[in-house]
Nanobody, 127 residues
Framework: QVQLDESGGGLVQPGGSLRLSCAPS????????MAWFRQAPGKEREFVAA????????YYADSVKGRFTVSRDRGENTMYLQMNYLKPEDTAVYYCAADFGNPTSMYLRYASTYTYWGQGTQVTVSS
């Protein structure tokens, strides 16, 4: 059974940092495209960052570019999201997603592209 487990969320002050982890299990995720999405209360789920499976190219939402970095551990397939200079508007539940269909880059920003989802981890940025 394929499963994605997120961890690393928490409460942080504005300007602080957090690192989220997404640990997959149930099959090998080396070739999967993986992404982070987030959903704030009362808002739709939005794309944050993605790592394409075929070439490990990375993509970011404009709102996080330069502050967030997505990376993957080749050995354990774990995906990370390093979040720096956090802002109150980054507050949301963060979800990990994965798909084995090798989507082209233009589709990596769409939640409908992804087959597998984690349960989410809460990130709260507040003083």
């Amino acid at each position: 059974q394929v499963q994605l487990d997120e961890s690393g969320g928490g409460l942080v002050q504005p300007g602080g940092s957090l690192r989220l982890s997404c640990a997959p299990s149930g099959r090998t995720f080396n070739t999967a495209s993986m992404a982070w999405f987030r959903q704030a209360p009362g808002k739709e789920r939005e794309f944050v960052a993605a790592s394409r499976g075929s070439n490990r190219a990375t993509y970011y939402a404009d709102s996080v570019k330069g502050r967030f970095t997505v990376s993957r551990d080749r050995g354990e397939n774990t995906m990370y999201l390093q979040m720096n200079y956090l802002k109150p508007e980054d507050t949301a539940v963060y979800y990990c997603a994965a798909d084995f269909g090798n989507p082209t880059s233009m589709y990596l920003r769409y939640a409908s592209t992804y087959t597998y989802w984690g349960q989410g981890t809460q990130v709260t940025v507040s003083s």
